[in-house]
């Protein structure tokens, strides 16, 4: 009998090929310095090249003071509404944010009453998958890696639009209503069939119910009995807004635009996002701060003491506790220097679910690491601007006390960001630009053929 090849293995070969490829593409990193490339499109202070124009958000982390560009306290907005005064005019009334906010985003002004409820009907009218999706396409190949199913489901819902290539924008708008309202099914659905599966887990399927908001509807379709607290939905819901939308330049937004430049469908546009997403350094830092804490609080045996805590963080960034990447994860941001509003912001519910979810002292944790690493990052680092806690600080503290597994943290960016993806790619389409071709500078000497005798 033939057994079957391992195509996964690392084979002798593959790393003697591999090693070919990491001397052949090693670029000397003092040439960057010599032909002044902004290496990740930003300068040493972490001010972006400009690429693009947009009225869709601002990330604000600098103001001009006597003809001087100075840090400032971050501000974001969308539409060119600051994202705090969003927050507390629908937080103000009780109501949920995230639909607004997807339309605000996508039509650039606030709905009235009237205008909100009929694009929540129209959202609730798309949550609802083509038939036998679920069982053919979603339970049929379950992974480990939710980003990955969810970017299969994208992919394959390609085939079910009868006009997936039509690129105007009132279809693309359509489209992304569409997938705007799929998403959270795709995601916990894809959850649902690994655990079940892969894990030896009970199968729960519950159908989205059109009264409820897709924070609500995350949490019922998540949850075996379908509840839910009125705080943790509203604070899911926060999380929802603060991540739905952030320049034009994030790294999965600009592939967003990218990959629409080149005139591609929809479908392929938001999987190509998704890919950028799912990196560690974009969507899945949030999983790397909760992780770094695990470490964190099975090393430091007084969470009060400050001193111990401050040890931990230097021998972080000394690469000798957790990872060894070098690294305090959730600290500093490519943009913001003195803080990240929406830190600030969701700071405030983190306190309130924390007390009443019993999980108090582990806040008083974060509020005292979040104190001291820039302190301890100043002294141990040379660096151009301030360091502040980010929103994926808080994140994924925020998704542990709501108990959701951490293969759904990076999806649930992707639930929220879908919005302001959406809204990124119709402003693409509707200037029609030229398609997005950056250059890069060749450094390689040029060196005659040799006859493979002669090699």
């Not at 690392?10 to 010599?34: F, N, W």
């Not at 002044?36 to 690429?51: E, F, Q, S, Y």
């Not at 999706?133 to 390609?158: C, E, G």
Request: hydrophobic content about 40%.
């Amino acid at each position: 009998m033939n057994k079957e090849r391992d195509f996964s293995a690392i084979t002798p070969e593959l790393r003697r090929l591999a090693g070919l490829c990491c001397r052949c593409d090693a670029v000397d990193p003092e040439l960057y310095t010599k032909y002044d490339v902004k290496r990740g499109l930003r300068d040493i202070n972490g001010k972006g090249v400009m690429a693009g124009l947009t009225e869709i958000s601002e990330v604000k982390a600098m103001e001009m003071v006597d003809g001087v560009h100075v840090p400032c306290e971050g501000k974001l907005y969308y539409r060119g509404i600051d994202i705090e005064e969003l927050i507390q005019g629908f937080s103000a009334e009780n109501r949920f944010g995230f639909e607004e906010t997807a339309y605000l985003l996508l039509f650039g002004c606030l709905p009235d009453k009237h205008e909100l409820d009929e694009f929540s009907k129209l959202l609730a009218g798309y949550r609802q998958l083509p038939t036998n999706f679920v069982r053919d396409v979603i339970m049929k190949a379950p992974t480990a890696d939710m980003m990955n199913t969810l970017s299969r489901s994208i992919l394959t819902l390609y085939g079910y639009d009868n006009n997936a290539n039509d690129i105007s924008p009132e279809n693309v708008l359509r489209q992304s209503l569409q997938l705007i309202a799929l998403f959270p099914l795709l995601s916990v659905y894809g959850y649902q069939a690994y655990e079940h599966y892969l894990k030896q887990q009970s199968l729960f399927i519950h159908v989205p119910q059109e009264n409820l908001s897709t924070a609500e509807n995350l949490l019922y379709l998540l949850r075996p009995d379908c509840s839910y607290t009125a705080l943790e939905a509203k604070v899911l819901d926060m999380a929802l807004v603060l991540h739905a939308e952030h320049g034009g330049g994030n790294n999965s937004t600009f592939t967003t635009r990218v990959v629409t430049s080149s005139g591609t469908d929809t479908y392929s546009a938001i999987a190509a996002a998704l890919g950028s997403l799912k990196g560690p350094r974009h969507g899945g830092a949030n999983i790397k701060v909760v992780q770094m804490f695990e470490n964190m609080k099975q090393i430091i045996s007084d969470w009060t003491d400050e001193e111990e805590i401050t040890a931990y963080l230097t021998a972080l960034l000394r690469k000798e506790a957790f990872d060894r990447a070098g690294l305090i994860y959730g600290m500093g941001h490519a943009v913001y220097s003195l803080s990240d509003p929406r830190a600030k912001v969701f700071r405030k519910w983190i306190e309130q679910l924390s007390k009443a979810k019993g999980f108090q002292q582990e806040y008083d944790l974060y509020q005292r690491v979040e104190r001291l690493a820039p302190l301890v990052i100043a002294k141990e680092r040379k660096i151009y601007k301030g360091v502040s806690a980010n929103v994926d600080f808080y994140s994924g503290f925020a998704y542990r006390m709501l108990d959701l597994p951490q293969e759904l943290y990076t999806p649930i960016f992707a639930i929220a960001r879908i919005a302001g993806w959406s809204a990124h790619r119709l402003e693409e389409l509707i200037n029609a630009g030229k398609i997005i071709r950056p250059a890069y500078g060749s450094v390689a000497p040029h060196q005659p053929y040799i006859s493979l005798e002669n090699r």
